[in-house]
């Protein structure tokens, strides 16, 4: 049965299997399948160019795709994580807290910054009747046009 696999498989196998696996990473949302299929890709690559015996295609498509799925879980995923809350709709501001970078008391008009973007933006025009300093904490109370009603934490 090696002797056959030895004999039958080629270069372009591989580099088939690579593609079927990454194409169903669409059915599979982890992104595993496309890291093993890289890996497929790759040893069909080094199959082109080398001589390798199917058992040694094997190991090295295991160990490429052990590599690529460590490295994917323990970087791709940390990059892969929202920032930002830009898909959410405006109602969910209500009860964002926000830091105040900039208010005018007399006016009851100022400006804050969320930590992460809220539908766009990180920093937004608020009113609020609460007498407010350079880095108070407030929370959004109701949406008026563009500005958002805020209250002193």
Known sequence: MINWLNSHIHYWHWIVFGLILAASEI???SFVFLWIGISAVIVGITLS???LTFNTQLILWM????????????YGTKIMQT???SGMALEELIGQSATVVAFNNETGHGRVKFSVPIVGSEQWDIICEDQLVLG????VTKILGNKLLAKKH
């Open 83 to 85: 920032r930002s809350l």
């Open 63 to 74: 160990v490429l795709s052990i590599i690529c799925l460590v490295t994917w879980f323990k």
């Open 136 to 139: 108070d904490r407030v929370s």
């Open 27 to 29: 059915f599979v949302p």
């Open 49 to 51: 160019a080398v001589v």
